[in-house]
């Protein structure tokens, strides 16, 4: 099963833009992952999906226009745009593997966006 | 609207066996293309996906837990019901159940919900 791999923090100032990034492990180049925006004290809500031809499906609900993906290689990237106070969250990538009752999702270790 | 509460005890004692409920609205448990997982995340950490129960009865479960796992649904109570035996202080965490959605491609989580924290200690 892929690891997803996520840098532990970043941060950009308020109106400005950033881009998280999490790179699966070696071999997996073709997986897609999922983006989950986690608020303090709640629980996550889904952003979309991304693969390497970017978007797979849909924004998960109430998503701004100004959350974006891209997929590259082994890296896929959710980038955020003119950055709100209210984007300020831990942000976790997942991936999907295997099927039936060996079905499994992994999840990358999050990524915390300070907003200064 | 859909949503998803979890319930269940808040402290549990080292060796014991716990039992979390996940209560579904919004939805059927019977619907096609759909399921519930549980996902916990212990204190200042990162998720970890524990177990799913999709709607064919399909099952799955984590590698590193799969001896102390049950996950079961009652479709007519509209409930999910994950046991995890044998806790230990490290089980401490908010356990958050997701609904799963299927496109027939991929599956992904959505909603959540508010997750209920449980603490494992004597």
């Known amino acids: ?116 | 609207q859909v949503t998803l509460k979890e319930s269940g005890p808040v402290l549990v004692k080292p060796t014991e066996t716990l039992t979390l409920t996940c209560t579904v609205s919004g939805f059927s448990l019977s619907n096609a293309r759909m399921g519930v997982s549980w996902i916990r995340q212990p204190p200042g950490k990162a998720l970890e996906w524990l177990a799913h129960s999709f709607s064919n009865d399909e099952k799955s479960y984590t590698t590193s837990l799969k001896s102390r796992l049950t996950i079961s649904k009652d479709t007519s109570k509209s409930q999910v019901v994950l046991t995890m035996t044998n806790m230990d202080p490290v089980d401490t965490a908010t356990y958050y159940c997701a609904r799963i959605r299927d496109s027939g491609d991929y599956r992904w989580f959505d909603p959540w919900g508010l997750g209920t924290l449980v603490t494992v200690s004597s």
């Open chain 1, 1 to 116: 099963q892929p690891v997803l791999t996520q840098p532990p923090s970043a941060s950009a100032s308020l109106g400005a833009s950033v881009t998280l990034t999490c790179t699966l492990s070696s071999g997996y180049s073709s997986y897609r992952v999922d983006w989950y925006q986690q608020r303090p004290g709640k629980g996550p809500r889904f952003v979309m999906r991304v693969g390497t031809s970017g978007i797979v499906g849909s924004k998960g609900d109430g998503i701004p226009d100004r959350f974006s993906v891209l997929g590259s290689g082994l890296n896929r990237y959710l980038t955020i745009k003119n950055i709100q106070e209210e984007d300020e969250s831990d942000y976790y990538c997942g991936a999907d593997h295997g099927s039936g009752s060996n079905f499994v999702w992994v999840f990358g270790g999050g990524t915390k966006l300070t907003v200064l």
